[in-house]
């Protein structure tokens, strides 16, 4: 078995979700006519994560499950940390002064929110916005890899160390990894700073800006 094979496999059974090409799988079955139409795969996700309860302690501090917001045929796709205070009031991702920047950044690109996909590695905010429990990480994971698995975007962007770490098989941190190219299972995966970094060292604004820019064309949302 080839190793990309193999590492699949394993991916699969950690996060328990179907990451091989169709092509290795059972064909799906033809719809049988005349039955009801099954809910799209979106809405299923979006249902079952909002009732999700995987974590505990997250589950009874949250207010409300962020699940994630934009065009789901997006051709880049923004992944953050998790919710903080605002997006977990509003029950949507980057809403506080760090998604402000972000949105206000994509917006002096020509860009609106609508026009991508933004989503969290967490979908429930970690109580005082602490960072992401290993295990927490875990379990939210396989929600992530569906939204990627049907959006499908031509560039993912991570935000910051957790989501770099999370989708990047590295132990270099985000310093390291911004400006450049990765791969995630054959998904073009582009790393720049958490805007929040930014908002505490704006001497690295013009550096997200331009990573945010790049990030844009390359989807080809600008030219
Ligand atoms: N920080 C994140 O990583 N995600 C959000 O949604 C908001 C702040």
């Not at 990451?19 to 799906?28: E, I, V």
């Not at 949105?103 to 929110?113: D, F, I, N």
């Not at 929600?143 to 935000?159: D, E, G, H, N």
């Not at 550096?207 to 844009?216: G, L, S, V, Y």
Request: glycine share 8%; hydrophobic share 35%; net charge positive.
């Amino acid at each position: 078995m080839s190793r990309p094979f193999k590492r699949l496999m394993e991916l699969e059974k950690l996060f328990g979700v179907d990451l091989l090409p169709a092509s290795k799988k059972a064909a799906p079955r033809a719809p049988t006519p005349g039955r009801v139409e099954e809910p799209s795969e979106w809405s299923a996700l979006r249902k079952e994560v909002t009732a999700c309860t995987r974590c505990e302690e997250l589950a009874s501090t949250r207010t409300q499950v962020v699940f994630g917001v934009g065009s789901t045929t997006a051709p880049l796709m923004f992944v953050g940390e998790a919710p903080g205070e605002d997006e977990d009031r509003k029950g949507e991702p980057f809403v506080g002064r760090a998604g402000q920047l972000l949105t206000a950044t994509l917006r002096k690109c020509g860009v609106s929110r609508s026009q991508v996909y933004i989503g969290n590695v967490l979908k429930c905010r970690p109580p005082g916005n602490r960072t992401p429990a290993p295990q927490e990480m875990i379990g939210c994971m396989p929600y992530l890899l569906r939204q990627i698995r049907l959006i499908q975007p031509k560039v993912l962007c991570v935000l910051g160390n957790v989501a770099a770490k999370a989708l990047l098989n590295t132990t270099l941190g985000i310093t390291k990894l911004r400006g450049r190219y990765h791969d995630f299972q054959g998904t073009k995966v582009f790393a720049a700073y958490h805007p929040a970094y930014v908002l505490r060292n704006m001497n690295e604004l013009g550096t997200f800006e331009e990573d945010i820019r790049r990030a844009c064309v390359d989807a080809g949302l600008l030219r």
